[in-house]
């Protein structure tokens, strides 16, 4: 599926973006568990995340159709936009919900950082299991 991308101009890569990865082979196909990157506010997640080869599953393309791209913030919620109804709706699909879950391709970045976030295992998992 094609990434959506957030289509207005961004400006310069200054927020610091911490991934951590429940399972970095299945996400990156190395066994890096921290990524420390940095990002452009007005950028979302999931797009900061393929950007550095961070593989977070999309099944829908980045438009709050699905749920595969459920990630937890584990902190800096507050330099993130906030959920929509739709988002808040859609992740509560996701398997293993938190407070803090969100979905990647929602969460646009707006403040000036620093933010961790938490990819789970079950991310590449759940689409993995889907019997033939
Ligand atoms: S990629 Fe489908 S909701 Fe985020």
């Not at 438009?63 to 919620?77: F, N, P, Q, R």
Request: proline fraction near 5%.
């Amino acid at each position: 599926m094609h990434l959506r991308r957030s289509d207005h101009h961004h400006g310069p890569a200054e927020v610091p973006v911490k991934f951590l990865l429940e399972d970095p082979e299945g996400l990156t196909g190395t066994d890096k568990q921290e990524w420390d990157v940095m990002a452009a506010k007005g950028e979302h997640l999931l797009e900061v995340a393929m950007d550095h080869g961070i593989n977070i599953e999309h099944a829908c393309g980045g438009v709050c159709a699905c749920s595969t791209c459920h990630v937890y913030i584990e902190k800096g919620m507050e330099h993130l936009s906030e959920a929509t109804e739709a988002e808040e709706d859609r992740v509560e699909e996701a398997p293993g919900l938190q407070r803090n879950s969100r979905l990647s391709c929602q969460c646009e970045i707006e403040g000036n950082g620093p933010i961790v976030i938490r990819v789970p295992a079950w991310n590449r998992n759940a689409v993995k299991e889907i019997p033939h």
